[in-house]
């Protein structure tokens, strides 16, 4: 029997027994893009009206910035599905529409912001463009969330979403929020079918508001919240006023009054609720802060003689640099011939003026 030295034992004793550790400190790979064949068939333009076919609204599309609609036909095996790019005024117009047409049973997607499936299909804000992919309503043509999620992951791939994206609006605190009723509105169409109840022409579009409204659930209630940046705070204190007057604000009474403050130019108003009781931690919930950063010194801080003449003397200063710098190239030239005249006399650059000659063959 043959008999292996202990000193090249070691070695395989120390792999069998660390192999399953190493096994067992393995990561499992997840792939967070749904592997589906996706392939577009065609791509064609449309007029805005189409959009009813697919569930929108094209006064709604408008008001969003939207003129025309591309329809591509996406297959997927033996499958095809219609999708439809709206391209929209900026980035935050699509956000608006995504935040329109999304439902309450709708799921977000993982790993691809602003995007959604649900049973009616599937929604995605990327750049300027929103995306609508509905289902069809044949069983025989319908796809699984696995295979909406794989559609957008392409399209998304296929349009960057640019910087734009950073200049979205906050999106409204998390707690108590009903999923799917957060809204984003820049116009009185939109703010007509998401508030039917409350007069839009208060709100103020013309004047730059945006607003963003969410349903909240306060225990076995509800209220509905209404955020509206202005772009001065001045404008954000008269639209309070006149608020308080027609809608008689933080009065306590009637069936559903109506509560609000004003942060700085923006208006936080509470609707629908029952009491000041419930409407108080809705609107705790918002605060004003401040955030003091180090700028460059403001040139104000100085009188305006001084500032004047720190201006002439840095042009002073300026014609000096260039006088310096037409000296200097004088002198290198002047140099630079007489380095010639002594070392090199039988070139061009060295030969004397008075011993060049010019001839003219004119004949």
Known sequence: ????????????????????????????????????????????????????????????????????????????????????????????????????????TMTPVAGLPLAWVGPEGALMARGRYFFRVPRRAAPATDFSDNDLRALLFILANSHPPGQASANLPDALPRSGLIPGSEKYLLGKETARRVLPSFPTNLLGFSMGAEVQVGDYSTGKNHATVLVIAYPTPQIARAKFGEMGNILGLNQNRGPNPTFGKRLGSYLILVLNTQSSATAKPLLDT?????????????????????????????????VLILSGIAIGGGILFYLSREFAKRWFPQTQWGAQDEATIITLKLS
Request: hydrophobic share 45%.
């Open 1 to 104: 029997m043959h008999r292996v030295p202990a000193k090249r034992a070691w070695p395989c004793f120390a792999l069998i027994i660390l192999a399953p550790l190493a096994m067992a400190q393995k990561p499992p790979a997840v792939s967070l893009i749904p592997a589906a064949d996706w392939r577009v068939l065609s791509s064609r333009k449309a007029d805005l009206d189409v959009v009813r076919d697919f569930g929108g609204h094209p006064s709604v599309e408008r008001e969003y910035g939207v003129s025309a609609l591309e329809i591509r036909t996406c297959k997927l095996g033996d499958k095809a599905l219609d999708v439809i790019v709206e391209a929209s005024a900026d980035a935050t117009t699509a956000y608006g529409l995504l935040t329109f047409y999304q439902s309450a």
């Open 286 to 318: 918002f605060s004003e802060s401040g955030q003091v950063i180090q700028n460059e010194r403001a040139p104000g801080g100085k009188s305006i003689p001084v500032q004047m003449g720190e201006l002439i003397l840095a042009n002073m200063i300026f």
